[in-house]
């Protein structure tokens, strides 16, 4: 189970920030939930804690704390006493996660249409900016990253926080199936195509065309994934 990508495991540990849990949590949390969205974890698969602690560098207490963050947003299942694995949605589990995302993320960008920060927009368009070169160079792990600092960006810039951070936790959920080895690059650009619009219209503080974008974009992400699973 090779969960990390280039650069290895030592290399990403800031000495710096060594002595912090938090900071280490967090680190691990990332690779981890990368390695889910990247399907190098795949759903089902068994999760060691002793051999992430290992890739990572660090010790199996920041990274247990990683893997009950992720369990709260349903990427994986720990059966206490026994084993940690990576989430097996069902289909229905899978539809009705995105059916929640239908519901809230176009008040979410609408919301932060009409509230973001000049800081804020120039992050989503470099975010954008990352999406496009990624889909050039057909990188997967690019993609999913600046994809996270975009939907990261309109979660903050929403003023109700609460619902920004409901949106971001049943969109990480299904995430993963964006970019996952059954992916194509048509879709994935199409995906790109779809986020672009989205910042356009948060850009011109157009916050009804930006909330239709982003449940347009959400049924297209619903329909394919429908026809993808249906196949299974």
């Not at 939930?33 to 602690?53: C, H, M, N, V, Y």
């Not at 890739?55 to 369990?71: C, D, K």
């Not at 299942?77 to 989430?87: D, H, L, N």
Request: overall charge negative.
């Amino acid at each position: 189970m090779e969960v990390l990508a280039d650069p290895p495991a030592s290399n990403l540990v800031d000495s710096s920030v060594a002595d912090s849990s938090v900071l280490l949590s967090d680190m691990a949390y990332a690779n981890i939930k990368e390695a889910i969205r990247l399907s190098r974890l795949q759903p089902g698969q068994p999760i060691s804690e002793t051999r992430l602690s290992r890739q990572l560098g660090i010790s199996r207490t920041p990274v247990r704390e990683a893997l009950q963050m992720l369990a709260q947003e349903g990427l994986v299942q720990i059966i206490p006493g026994r084993a940690v694995t990576v989430a097996s949605p069902s289909v229905q589990d899978v539809m009705d996660a995105i059916h929640v995302r239908l519901l809230l993320e176009p008040e979410v960008v609408r919301l932060a249409a009409k509230h973001i920060t000049p800081t804020q927009l120039e992050t989503l368009q470099r975010a954008q900016a990352g999406l496009d070169r990624a889909i050039l160079d057909q990188d997967r792990a690019a993609w999913s990253r600046a994809d996270n600092v975009y939907h990261e960006t309109i979660s903050a810039a929403c003023p109700n926080q609460l619902l920004g951070d409901l949106a971001m936790q049943y969109r990480n959920r299904v995430s993963y199936l964006s970019i996952d080895a059954q992916g194509d690059f048509e879709r994935l650009s199409a995906c790109t195509h779809e986020h672009r619009q989205i910042v356009q219209a948060i850009a011109a503080h157009d916050y009804e065309a930006a909330a239709q974008t982003m449940r347009g974009h959400i049924e297209m992400f619903r329909e394919s994934i429908f026809q993808r699973l249906s196949h299974y």
